[in-house]
């Protein structure tokens, strides 16, 4: 059973930085696809990163601010933020794909107060 589990949410000043952390229970190597998705209060949830064959891409309200990358030492995949906004206060979630199977992380919270 795949366990993907983030850390590193918490509240944080506009302008600040946060670094997201994704620890995979297994070799990350092995999925297709990471990527990161958030949801805001009352919003739907919606893409922000990805990672795939070696090939990064960003929704366009973190182009610039947001970076995604990876340790597969570590099993881990990062997502350094900075710059940060009141409009990216959400949840993260870390998401991994392998084959046709997705799986999802619980989530951890992020704050920018204004």
């Known amino acids: 059973q795949v366990q993907l589990m983030e850390s590193g949410g918490g509240l944080v000043q506009t302008g600040g930085s946060l670094r997201l952390s994704c620890l995979a229970s297994?070799?990350?190597?092995?999925?297709?696809?990471m990527a990161w998705y958030r949801q805001a209060p009352g919003k739907q949830r919606e893409f922000v990163t990805i990672?795939?064959?070696?090939?990064?891409l960003y929704a366009d309200s973190v182009k610039g601010r947001f970076t995604i990358s990876r340790d597969n030492a570590k099993n881990t995949v990062f997502l350094q933020m900075n710059s940060l906004k009141p409009e990216d206060t959400a949840v993260y979630y870390c998401?991994?794909?392998?084959?046709?199977?997705?799986?999802w992380g619980q989530g951890t919270q992020v704050t920018v107060s204004s």
């Open positions: 990672s795939s064959g070696g090939r990064t």
């Open positions: 998401k991994a794909i392998r084959g046709q199977i997705d799986y």
């Open positions: 297994g070799s990350i190597l092995s999925f297709n696809v």
